[in-house]
């Protein structure tokens, strides 16, 4: 452990000394290294530029961590404490050429707009962001020779399964309908993976796919609106949690020390031109059983499940009705193992937020 504080609340900085503490990372390959991180005001950027600041400190290891940010001034807050050791902000944007002097040895691109609803308002954006973003990242690590690059995708690559085989590894493939507009992403994300494969075929770029299950933990924005936050501050207030869909969509989850920790493994031992699924097998369920859960565990909530499903549910961007189960054999095989299942999860997460509310 470390006697030195970044973080004011409790259970983030906790999660970024276990991950420093780490065994399932060769931390050694991380000496005297510079690492780029797109998307780092972002949840998985901002984390993993968090834990690389937080490993290097505790281990000794002397890590420059360069965090690739469109708005310096959120990013100057976000890593105040983080600047004195080793952080370094760049300002730019992803879709433009990236022009860094002196060394990159990794890079973790992370950058992407990841708001359901734009990918229905701004599908042109989504897909160019994604593509150009993926372009320039993969140029930038062939000009610098890196040692590896990983790619942030998504389970959304795999499609719609069919129901019958709704147990997913990474040569696992369901349809996309390229023509409908919520696509723009799945298909966007499918595209820049072709894209990482064809750098690591043709100019032998060391890049790697990690294909991320829905994460969430410590660290999310105040502003974040997606199912698992919904359902939280319901049960924090004691509120119905209100479902928009028959909550049957069936995922994996995946909690922020486990998902960092499987990019790192995933960086550091993964093979050339592949994708690993970064999931948590155990936490797969229906959304209507989570919510069920949350309502069975915390009975002092007096929160009850209701649904209001609107006529058009296309106009709010939701994934398509699926069954997926996120296979992570494959990841596990290089060492890697989620350790938080969901009501551990949902713990963290809401302590993490009751201490966000109280610093207010």
């Known amino acids: 452990m470390t006697d030195r504080i970044w973080e004011n609340n409790e259970v983030l900085q906790k999660d970024l000394e276990k991950i420093a503490a780490s065994e399932q990372i060769d931390w050694e390959m991380l000496r005297d290294k510079s690492v780029l991180i797109t998307g780092a005001t972002g949840l998985i950027g901002s984390l993993l530029a968090r834990a690389l600041v937080c490993a290097g400190v505790m281990r000794g290891l002397d890590i420059r961590v360069l965090a690739l940010v469109r708005n310096r001034e959120k990013a100057e807050k976000l890593f105040e404490r983080y600047r004195k050791d080793g952080l370094e902000l760049v300002t730019g ?37 994604t593509l150009k973003g993926t372009e320039n990242l993969l140029e930038l690590a062939k000009e610098k020779k890196v040692c590896s690059m990983v790619y942030l995708s998504s389970m959304e690559a795999y499609g719609v399964v069919d129901a019958e085989h709704y147990n997913v590894r990474e040569t696992d493939y369901g349809y996309i309908d390229p023509l409908q507009v919520r696509s723009s992403y799945s298909e966007g994300k499918r595209m820049a993976e072709g894209l990482c494969g064809a750098y690591a075929h043709e ?16 660290g999310i924005a105040k502003s974040e609106n997606r199912v698992f936050a919904q359902f939280a501050r319901s049960i924090m207030t004691g509120n119905d949690i209100v479902l928009h869909t028959d909550g049957s969509k069936a995922h994996c989850y995946c909690y922020t020390t486990d998902a960092v920790l499987g990019l790192l493994t995933v960086l550091l031992r ?27 565990e915390r009975p002092e909530s007096g929160s009850k499940l209701v649904f209001d499903i609107p006529e058009d549910a296309n106009k709010f961007g939701y994934a398509p009705t699926s069954r997926m189960l996120v296979n992570s054999e494959k990841l596990n095989a290089l060492g890697w193992k989620a350790a938080v299942g969901l009501p551990e999860m949902f713990d963290l997460l809401m302590r993490y937020m009751r201490e966000m509310e109280s610093v207010q």
Not at 206 to 211: D, G, H, I, S
């Open 93 to 129: 944007d992803v879709t433009e050429t990236i022009c860094l002097e002196g060394t990159v040895d990794y890079i973790f691109h992370t950058a992407s707009m990841t708001a359901s609803k734009d990918f229905v308002d701004r599908p042109v954006e989504t897909i160019l962001t």
């Open 203 to 218: 100019y032998q770029v060391p890049v790697k796919t990690a294909r991320l299950a829905q994460t969430f933990g410590a």
């Open 270 to 296: 993964g093979a050339d031109g592949e994708a690993y699924n970064i999931s948590n097998q155990a936490t797969f369920c229906t959304i209507r059983e989570m919510a069920e859960m949350l309502i069975r």
